[in-house]
Structure formats: C-alpha cells, structure tokens
C-alpha cells in the first residue's frame, strides 16, 4: 500500500482492528484530540476517517444529547463495526459511509472537524482539507493528528515483515507512518482556507500486552491481513518473536511500554 492509499480491510478485519489497533495504539490518543477543539455542549461534530469511532464517540459525550455528531469513513467495514458497537451518552451519532475528497455534509453545517490519523491515506490531502473548511461554519475549529515518526513497535514490525514475508508487505504496514512533517502539515492547512494554524508535537508511552501474540492481533486487522494469513505457523512465529525482542529494551513485566509522538494540528475558519 502506498503512503496515500487507503486503507481498506473486511469486516472481520474491521472488528479485530477495534479489538487491538483501537484499544491499544489509536485510543489513548483519542481523547487528546478532542481536548485540543474545545467542544461546547449543543454543538455540531464531524469526525472525518472516523474508522470504527472511538474519537466519535468521546465527541458524542462531549456535546451531550443537544449535539450532532456525524462520523464519516470511506470504509464499509469500519462502519459497520461503528454501528454495531453500543451508543456512548451523549448526541446521537450518524454512521456515514463516504470519502473526505467529497464529504457527505452540507457547507457550513459543522462547528468542529476532527480527524485522528487519517490524513496521510488521502489521495488528495488538499482537497480533503478543503471538504473540511467547506463544511465548518464561521469560527469554525479543526483539529487532527498525523504521526510524527515510524516510532520503535512500528519499526519493528516492519523490520519483521520484509524479513519474514517481503518487502511490499512491510511498506503496506508502515504506510500509516508515513506522514507529511510540520512544515508541510502547516502549508497544506492554511493554503486550504484554515486560519490560525498551529502544529505541535503531543508524546504519549504506549503499552502493548504480550507482544509476540499482540503483533499477529494486530497484523490481522489491518490491509496486510492476507499476507499474515497465508504465512506458515514458523513465519508467523518468527515475526512475533522478532518483535519480541527488537521491542525487549521497552519490557515493563507484562508487555511492553514505549514511547510515541503525533504532530496534533489545530486551526480556526
């Protein structure tokens, strides 16, 4: 998968990607980035690549039953898991299936865009940010993140593919990581109609449970899962334990504990 593909996996890799990926990598970011828009109760949400909706919900609390929020995903599996999982309290949540280059919402119908770790999928990073600008009001926020870095586990689990598997299968994985850095990320959201750009660095230490079996978890619910499943048991073993011991310097007594940054980008209408 290139850098700005999309990312797409089945339903069943959808359900595991909410199970591991959500749980363990993209949720303790989840409510950082919604701090950073500084919801209101009442007001209106967009949550753009909303995957299976862990900022969308924390939204939905935030706004409280006077609120709207709308999570928008290109990808049918991850909505489907969305609107399978129970409803948060707060705003009622629509589930819409559809592409950030031509956001489903009408202009001007949005108080706040969020968008965790989706912008580095789209094809067009400009227009995607301008579908953001087009549907928030005036005095309207944004905020996003992208990861500043590979990071250590991801490092590894690349390694670990084009050692074991091949190379394309570990740039497929890692694509994710792949994101445009500060200077750009303020060029490209100001040049899109945002005013009041700030790019900052947010660091968080994320742990992972057993991590020789959490990799293979992991794999499985993300575009690589095919390649994952038609490895043999020792390959498949092989890259957990690579993991396992790439990651071993990281060790807390049960898993492993590291160290990741996001560039966390907000901005105003």
């Known amino acids: 998968m290139k850098p700005n593909a999309q990312f797409q996996v089945s339903l069943e890799a959808a359900h595991l990607y909410d199970r591991v990926a959500v749980r363990y990598v993209l949720g303790p970011w989840a409510?950082?980035?919604?701090?950073?828009?500084?919801?209101?109760?009442?007001?209106?949400?967009?949550?753009?690549?909303?995957?299976?909706?862990?900022?969308?919900?924390?939204?939905?609390?935030?706004?409280?039953?006077?609120?709207?929020?709308t999570g928008v995903d290109l990808n049918a599996g991850m909505i489907s898991v969305a609107r399978s999982l129970p409803a948060p309290d707060g705003a009622a949540i629509d589930w819409l299936e559809g592409s950030a280059l031509a956001l489903p919402l009408p202009d001007a119908s949005v108080d706040a865009v969020l968008c965790q770790q989706g912008l580095q999928f789209f094809p067009d990073k400009a227009l995607a940010l301008r579908e953001m600008r087009r549907v928030a009001r005036s005095g309207g926020r944004l905020a996003l993140s992208v990861w500043a870095a590979v990071g250590p586990y991801h490092t590894a689990v690349g390694e670990a593919l084009a050692r074991f598997v091949d190379g394309t299968t570990a740039t497929s994985f890692c694509a994710s990581r792949k994101a445009p850095g500060k200077d750009e990320l303020e060029r490209l959201v100001a040049a899109s109609g945002w005013s009041e750009v700030e790019v900052s660095v947010s660091r968080l230490n994320i742990h992972l449970p057993g991590v020789e079996r959490f990799v293979l978890e992991h794999l499985a619910g993300t575009p690589v899962a095919a390649a994952l499943a038609a490895a043999d048991p020792e390959t498949r073993k092989s890259i957990g334990d690579s993991v396992k011991r790439a990651m071993g310097r990281f060790e807390d007594g049960d898993g492993v504990t590291y160290p990741e940054e996001i560039h966390l980008v907000t901005a105003r209408v």
């Open 31 to 69: 409510p950082l980035l919604v701090d950073a828009v500084l919801l209101r109760p009442g007001e209106c949400v967009l949550d753009v690549a909303c995957g299976t909706g862990v900022v969308t919900r924390i939204a939905a609390q935030r706004v409280g039953p006077q609120g709207r929020v």
